[in-house]
């Protein structure tokens, strides 16, 4: 069962343009919600994650929106660089009981510059 | 500080072999978990553990086992492996049992032939 869905699979935007990539979650039990980066070889990374009490939270170039009635939520990278090339994955977790990251499929993003 | 350190970086083995992968937490971090990472999908969740106890395990078979040492190191094993079980796995730790933020390692890549 997947618990969490993550579109789209891979996304090519121009440099200083804008990157979006939507998840959508299941369980209404969760109750946080990170993003993570991964570049190659290398592990994820924790870019900015969001409790279900607030809309929106920003850092930086990083904005998380928080849909709780949908149950979605999305990533928006402004201004997006080069750099910004990455396997991008949201997650949804408890932040009671055990620490299981339940992960979406990814997007591979490409900053063309 | 160091990262989360995890060894060996790579390793192949043949169908029904044994495997031990071994994963230094953060220093002071008291938790670590393992996930499961299949080419070109997201983690998967297969054991937590806290002050060397287990807080959870995900959907895998018992052939997959872990423990947590006195200094929060931590091994997984795996026992007569399949196919199916190459992959890259993943060790994150934190600081607490719950609520935390998980902080990832480098990985290590399985290859079984």
């Known amino acids: 069962q997947q618990q969490v869905k993550q579109s789209p699979q891979s996304l090519i935007v121009q440099k200083g343009g804008i990157s979006i990539i939507n998840c959508a979650y299941e369980n209404t039990a969760f109750d946080y919600f990170p993003w993570y980066q991964q570049f190659p070889g290398k592990g994820p990374a924790l870019l900015i994650a969001i409790r279900p009490d607030v809309s929106e939270k920003k850092e930086g170039r990083f904005t998380i929106s928080f849909n709780k009635s949908a149950k979605q939520f999305s990533l928006h990278i402004m201004d997006s660089q080069p750099g910004d090339s990455a396997t991008y994955f949201c997650a949804a977790s408890y932040l009671q009981g055990a620490q299981k990251l339940v992960f979406g499929q990814g997007t591979r993003l490409t900053i063309n510059p | 500080d160091a990262g989360v350190t995890q060894s060996p970086t790579h390793l192949i083995k043949t169908r029904g072999q044994h495997v031990t992968l071994r994963c230094s937490p953060i220093s002071g971090h008291k938790s670590v978990s393992w996930y499961q990472q299949v080419l070109g999908q997201g983690p998967q969740f297969i054991f937590q553990y806290y002050e060397k106890e287990e807080r959870g395990r995900g959907n895998f078979p018992d052939r997959f086992s872990a423990r947590q040492f006195p200094n929060y190191s931590s091994e997984l094993n795996v026992n007569a492996l399949l196919l199916g079980d190459s992959a890259l796995y993943l060790c994150?730790?934190?600081?607490?049992?719950?609520?935390?933020?998980?902080?990832f390692g480098p990985g290590t890549r399985l290859t079984v032939l």
């Open positions: 994150a730790s934190s600081l607490v049992a719950t609520g935390d933020t998980q902080y």
